[in-house]
């Protein structure tokens, strides 16, 4: 039975038995107050025959009129309380007491009025006063008997209706009781039972809503019943059915995820490879002729051809760079850095392109830590795009960096560095959706300027991977503030020596210190070994050739140790990869110390990682610069 | 656990309901029986004893009752007082000249009052048709009895004195023979001779009555020395006479029946007289009243050698019908 309908019956069980009871006690209490209206009215007729008594003896005594008047307005009321009584008194007991009590009256009346008229007849001259007297004596006797009995009568009556009184009391109490009694043992059976029912129905639904909640769905709550707890308990095993469908929809579902994310990084880390690679080659062949070409003309075309060179790399690395943001693959590295250096490197780099529009250009840096820990690679990428856009959109006046310090905890410094140009300025409407991705002030910018649209988009990932933010205000008509924040660690304890900052330099210090060194370079793409080459030879190193992973193992098994000082690895190559080559050396004798760098244009972290836990000893991505590469040498040749 | 609570509430309506009722004590089968000897009329006053005997009442209460049938309350008495009963049914006039005359008795109840029993029955023949007519005519009574104080009643009543009348003393049992021979020209007496003589005398007799002037009690009297030697036994033989007149009550009847047939007496005799009489056990003022009434009646009429009026209610054993039916005790000594 269901639990609602077991309450509906104890209610209606507990509400007929309290009705009962209610109206039992109603008529008891009604009883009550007719036994005692009762009792009132025998106790009058009992009073009224006292009174009566009082003046029948007092006329005895004086024969008055007013005594014997009063005696009869008296029998009066008794009358009156009599008839009274005889429709109110209902009991056996009392009719007949009621009975005895209206003869003896009568008698008592008779009596009365006899001695009356005895009184008056001894009143009459020439009456035989002895026997009239007797007669007196004897009628008052008699009437005192009558007297008696009306006494005993009225008595009875009273203690009657008393008794009844005190019985409907009696009565009254035990119902009173009896309803508080009910009202008391219905309450607690009622609360008893349902506790035992939380208890016995509650509780296992409370344990098994646990299990499943502790993640074990496979668990299913047992119930034989048939009411609302047994309904509770199917939903519930219901929802566990549903939660473990759904949760091995969602494993699927995430698996699959992985799956398409792990494809999509494979993809990446191929269109990296495959658009670095001939980007390599296409530079390295335009810098070997540049340095070759006398022509002034040729060398006009070759400038022209680099910097378009230049610009497809660099919208390439855009959008490498941003699909590695979003595919979440992107990571900084934490070097040693000035960032006070970072607004001069950067105004160098477009002092070029600045001063061919005619646009001033102006450093405003703030006192700076000397020394932080930060990705200065990526710290100017970001400056970079503000600045390059600045300059971009900006046709007269200047354009200024501003680098300040913000804020300064025990660890960290928070920098926040603004490009401040005298363009166009941007409306409020434009400004909300310039560092969406693919988002540029409006179509006819990328007609008038060109561009990926990516770069304030990247600009803002990195503020944000570096703990920061980007933004821009602006005033149409008065020029644009672009800004970027970042927060940067402090250097604690000492710091490596410091490389030189150059490309001159690091290739001059290349020259003295290791002029003559032999290397291996390990690529099996011809132009890549050409570039590869001329960097190496640039700076007076010797290079051998091994065009894939297996005759670089070979080459370093048949060399003197320390014939080649360093070997630069090539990942993809037909044959045998770099990560196999290396693996390989590293089992060799001659090949346990000789340092492997890494030169691909895999440049994904993971690569890195690989390469790195192949046995190389550091990572150079292609399309390579001349600094990192001779960066690396220094680092590694020492 | 509805045990208990069926439990506790019969508990309570129990403790509610605490009537105790008496009961009588249980007796043991082995115990040897009360004897007592009745002294009893034939008379209707007796019919409680009648009935008790006839519904073997008093064996039931463990009594062995002999019985001793009299025509009249003072012959009835006078049994007792010469040691041949133990009890006897008697009006109280016998039972105030007992007294009178120094017996130590007890009045252990009163069984019948009635205010209807006694009257004077005349012959018309005799030139009487009032009572004021009673004058200068001979008149039968039984002295020392009901009969003499009513015949002085009546006679008061009517404006006449003792000496204007002839008084006749007769024995009850005389009277119907004394009217037939008109030896008297009236009686006063009781039933049932009272209604023979009338139905007797035919269209001839006429009878006066006077409710108001005279109350007869019919009672229970021993002698002290009995009841104080035999209280249990006066106990069960006054419980046996309350079952009697429960009988009575619920079934008038029956009761009837027992009367005629154990006084010999023609039912409608019994049923004609039947509604005169009062049966109930009990002890009242009425019964003090009328010894004290009646004695200052025997004191003037020099009836008796005492001079004063003695303490009635000293003779009245009240522990008896206490212990039995305490409501029926009413007389405030």
Known sequence: MSVSARL??????????????????VGTFREFNFAKSNATLANAISDNYFQRAAFRDQYFLFREAHLRASWEKKRRLADELLGEATEKFTREREKRLLEQLRRNTDDATQLFQRIVQNTEALKTPGTNKLIHEELDRRLYSQLLLKATSLQ??????????????????????????????????????LTLHLSRLLKQRLLPLHDGAQMIADGNLEYRIEDGGADEFSDLAHSFNEMAIKISAMQLDLANRAEAAEAANRAKSAFLANMSHELRTPMNGIMGMIELATHRATDPKQLGWLNNSKASARHLLSIINDILDFSKIEAGKFQLSEEEMDVRVLPFNVCSMVAEGAAAKGLQLKTDVDSLPPKLLGDSTRLTQALLNLVGNAIKFTRTGSVTIRAIQEDEDAHSVALRFEVIDTGIGISPETMGRLFTPFEQADASTVRCYGGTGLGLAITRRLAQLMGGDAGVDSVVGEGSTFWFTVRLRKVEGDSPASMPASEAAMAELLRER?????????????????????????????CDFAEDG?????????????????????????????????????????????????????????????????????????????????????KWLA | MWKTV????????????????????????????????????????????????????????GLDAQLLQHTHGKAALQSVLDGKADVATVAETPVMFSILSG?????????????????????????????????????????????????????????????????????????????????????????????????????????????????????????????GKHPETVRRFLRALIKAEEFVEKHPAEAQD???????IDKKLVQEVWDAFNYKVVLDQTLLLTLEDETRWALKNRLTEQSDMPDFASYVYLDGLMAVKPDAVLIRK
């Open chain 1, 8 to 25: 509906r019956i104890i209610s209606a069980l507990a509400a007929a038995a309290l009705l009962a009871l209610g109206g039992i006690l």
């Open chain 2, 6 to 61: 069926m439990a506790i509430v019969t508990l309570l309506i129990i403790a509610g309901c605490d009537n105790s009722t008496p009961s009588t004590p249980p007796r043991a089968a082995t115990e040897a029986p009360h004897k007592i000897s009745v002294a009893y009329t034939y008379q209707p006053q007796s019919t409680l004893i009648h009935v008790a005997v006839a519904k073997r009442y008093f064996a039931d209460e």
């Open chain 1, 550 to 634: 297996e005759i670089a193992v070979g080459k370093i098994r048949d060399a003197q140790p320390g014939t080649y000082a360093l070997a630069l690895m090539d990942i993809q190559m037909p044959r045998m990869d770099g990560v196999t080559a290396t693996k390989l050396i590293r089992q060799l004798e001659s090949g346990k110390k000789i340092p492997i760098v890494a030169m691909t244009a895999n440049a994904f972290n993971d690569d890195e990682v690989r390469c790195l836990e192949a046995g190389m000893n550091d990572f150079v991505s292609k399309p390579v610069a001349p600094d990192r590469l001779y960066g690396v040498l220094l």
């Open chain 2, 103 to 227: 017996a130590r008795i007890f009045v252990l109840a009163n069984i019948e009052s009635s205010t209807l029993n006694n009257a004077i029955v005349a012959n018309t023949d005799a030139g009487i048709k009032t009572a004021e007519d009673l004058k200068g005519k001979r008149i039968g009574y039984t002295p020392g009895t009901t009969s003499e104080f009513f015949l002085d009643s009546m006679l008061t009543a009517k404006g006449l004195a003792k000496n204007d009348i002839h008084a006749v003393a007769l024995k009850p049992d005389e009277m119907q023979q004394a009217m037939q021979a008109r030896q008297v020209d009236a009686v006063s007496t009781w039933n049932y001779p009272l209604t023979q003589i009338k139905h007797q005398l035919g269209p001839s007799g006429v009878v006066f009555y006077d409710r108001q002037i005279y109350t007869e009690t019919f009672n229970i009297a021993a002698q002290q020395d009995f009841v």
């Open chain 1, 514 to 542: 290791h002029g003559g060194t032999r290397v291996l370079l390990v690529e099996d793409n011809e132009v890549n070994q050409m570039v590869a080459q001329a960097m190496l030879e640039e700076v007076g190193l010797v």
């Open chain 2, 258 to 264: 027992i009367v005629a047939t154990a006084a010999g």
């Open chain 1, 152 to 189: 005993n009568a009225a008595l009875a009556l009273q203690s009657a209706t008393d008794e009844r009184v005190e019985a409907t009391y009696r009565r009254l109490s035990i119902t009173v009781i009896l309803f508080a009694f009910t009202l008391g043992i219905g309450s607690i059976m």
